[in-house]
């Protein structure tokens, strides 16, 4: 069992920063590629960005340049760094938790939101 909690969202104004993290108990985080999907209003939850457990990143098209994604090991933590925002940004952010190995269980954290606004 994995249990993911997320923090750090929040109203900020076009062109701000934020840090979104992810705090993950429970099971072995260093097997796990860690992620961030977000989900907008009346909009299906979309990939965001992504670091497998030997620390390889991928990231969607629109957070290209502007979003960092990193994890810690030792403490069970991924982060995402949010700069230039854009109020199209604007959406619910959920961590996720894919095992890398097979027939293991994909887990979700409750989300946190982030508006993007003046």
């Known amino acids: 069992q994995v249990q993911l909690v997320e923090s750090g969202g929040g109203l900020v104004q076009p062109g701000g920063s934020l840090r979104l993290s992810c705090a993950a108990s429970?099971?072995?985080?260093?097997?796990?590629?860690m992620g961030w999907y977000r989900q907008a209003p009346g909009k299906q939850r979309e990939f965001v960005a992504q670091?497998?457990?030997?620390?390889?990143?991928n990231y969607a098209d629109s957070v290209k340049g502007r979003f960092t994604i990193s994890r810690d090991n030792a403490k069970n933590t991924v982060d995402l760094q949010m700069n230039s925002l854009k109020p199209e940004d604007t959406a619910v952010y959920y961590c996720?938790?894919?095992?890398?190995?097979?027939?293991?269980?994909?887990?979700w954290g409750k989300g946190t939101l982030v508006t993007v606004s003046s």
């Open positions: 996720n938790a894919r095992p890398e190995f097979p027939n293991g269980i994909n887990y």
């Open positions: 429970g099971s072995i985080f260093r097997i796990f590629t």
């Open positions: 670091t497998t457990s030997g620390g390889t990143t």
